[in-house]
């Protein structure tokens, strides 16, 4: 089994690239969706968030209100600390198990926004990172996700910076240009990690 993060700012393109590697073949485990799983309605991590937020941050359905809960966390890092100590380790938990599902002989690609800031690297036999300049995603943020230019950088700024993120890399995908030379950009790292893993091969220098 080979084990490769795959991170990337937001906005940088990087569900496109893990939709990508599943379509190759890839056993894809996505820290976002799981994040969203563990607080749905009913759950105990539900629960968790409404007893340290209140019960403003619910939607009149019973959901998470999750805009509403990111307008609050991203501009406070004390408060992003207290919805990462409710969340983190139930998609830990979660993720574990999904990975105990996978065949043996998987492509196993962890979707892990924060991989970076949390120093998981050593965690993977490879780490990717999309990359794309900050210009780039503030466009993409404001102009395809609707957020106002002040969520945009709040939320850009509570994440690693770009040459935190490059430096844990041993692969860096540059998604500053069109969606077909993005596309070939994975082809290729699919053919780098499908021989990697059908020969063992060493791992590259970061």
């Known amino acids: 089994m ?3 993060g795959l991170t990337g700012g937001i906005g940088s ?3 496109e690239v893990s939709g990508r590697l599943a379509k190759h073949g890839a056993v894809v485990i996505d820290a976002d969706r799981i994040a969203r799983e563990v607080v749905e309605p009913g759950t105990p991590g539900l ?3 409404v007893a340290e937020f209140g019960e403003g941050v619910l ?3 019973g959901g998470l209100d999750r805009p509403k809960v990111g307008s609050i966390v991203f501009s406070d890092p004390e ?3 207290a919805l990462n100590a409710i969340v983190h ?3 830990g938990k979660r993720t574990q198990e999904l990975m105990e599902a996978a065949p043996e002989d998987a492509i196993l690609v962890y979707d892990v926004p924060l991989l970076a800031e949390n120093g998981l690297g050593e965690m993977y036999d490879l780490v990717v990172v999309v990359d794309a300049p900050v210009e780039t995603q503030l ?7 609707g957020m106002t230019g002040e969520d945009a950088r709040a939320r ?3 994440q690693a910076s770009r040459e935190d993120r490059r430096a844990i890399a041993h692969h860096v995908i540059d998604n500053s240009g069109s969606l077909d030379d993005l596309r070939a950009q994975v082809d290729d790292l699919w053919k780098d990690l499908t021989r990697r893993a059908q020969t063992a091969e060493p791992m590259p220098e970061q």
């Open 13 to 15: 393109g990087k569900s």
């Open 156 to 158: 850009i700024a509570a």
């Open 79 to 81: 408060r992003l600390a």
């Open 139 to 145: 466009e993409r943020l404001t102009g395809r996700r």
């Open 89 to 91: 380790p139930l998609v």
């Open 59 to 61: 939607l009149p359905d």
């Open 47 to 49: 629960a968790a968030v």
């Open 2 to 4: 080979l084990k490769v």
